[in-house]
């Protein structure tokens, strides 16, 4: 069970689950995340079952200054172009460790950590990353598209995610799916919000024409700067 409480300032996602205490995990900004914080940033309690709300605002409000803290550490490693041979997460650095156990990806205190066996090939590590970018494409992909669905007037019936070389997304307005590249889970959040609304647009109107110029600009005004800054790669 998850539920979203407000305390204070504070947007907190509290997941009930088998566990002995409470604990807090701050996550970095990603698109169209409904408990993301102003500053940046999603905040998540996991709980014990049962557990009085009371006692799960005071643990926040516990945790205020190191939330702070790192909110501030998240505004101020801002999104950067990808150089060769590193990988990123929603525009940030995404930093490799060798050690023994199942390979893994966690995100802890504003960083992005993908946890290798020594000895693991590029291809290994390239398989891990393909199946993580897709996963976390989908669920932010997901909650962008149900946001600007209601707000458009359209309905998705299908999105399909893949690995693609050429476009960051494309359109079947007949069939009303669109499908997207998972590579986007590595730019900034706001170019997930930029495809998206660009293929749900094509859903009423198919051609790049002045009327769909015309309801990028009236939904996302700044969609023009976000496109060129992706061309250039500082997205």
Not at 118 to 129: A, F, H, S, V, W
Not at 218 to 223: E, F, G, H, I, N
């Amino acid at each position: 069970m998850t539920e979203l409480l407000l305390v204070g300032d504070f947007r907190v996602e509290v997941e009930y689950k088998r566990v002995k205490t409470l604990r807090l995990t701050l996550y970095p900004p990603a698109p169209g995340d409904p408990a993301a914080l102003p500053g940046g940033g999603r905040i998540r309690v996991s709980a014990p079952p049962h557990t009085p709300r009371q006692l799960i605002q005071n643990f926040v409000v516990s945790k205020a200054a190191w939330i702070e803290k790192h909110r501030a550490r998240f505004r101020g490693n801002p999104s950067r172009p990808p150089d060769s041979g590193t990988c990123y997460v929603w525009g940030r650095r995404l930093e490799l460790t060798e050690r023994q156990g199942r390979p893994r990806i966690v995100v802890a205190d504003g960083r992005v950590l993908m946890f290798v066996r020594p000895g693991d090939d590029d291809g290994r590590r390239e398989k891990i990353l393909d199946k993580w970018y897709r996963g976390i494409c989908k669920e932010a992909a997901d909650r962008v598209t149900r946001f600007w669905e209601s707000r458009v007037g359209v309905t998705v019936q299908r999105i399909y995610y893949r690995k693609m070389k050429t476009h960051w997304g494309s359109c079947n307005y007949v069939k009303k799916t669109i499908r997207l590249n998972t590579e986007l889970a590595k730019k900034a959040p706001e170019c997930l919000e930029y495809v998206v609304l660009h293929e749900l647009i094509h859903l009423l109107e198919p051609s790049h024409n002045q009327n769909f110029y015309r309801l990028m600009d009236r939904y996302l005004p700044s969609w023009k700067t976000i496109r060129r800054k992706m061309n250039r790669g500082e997205l």
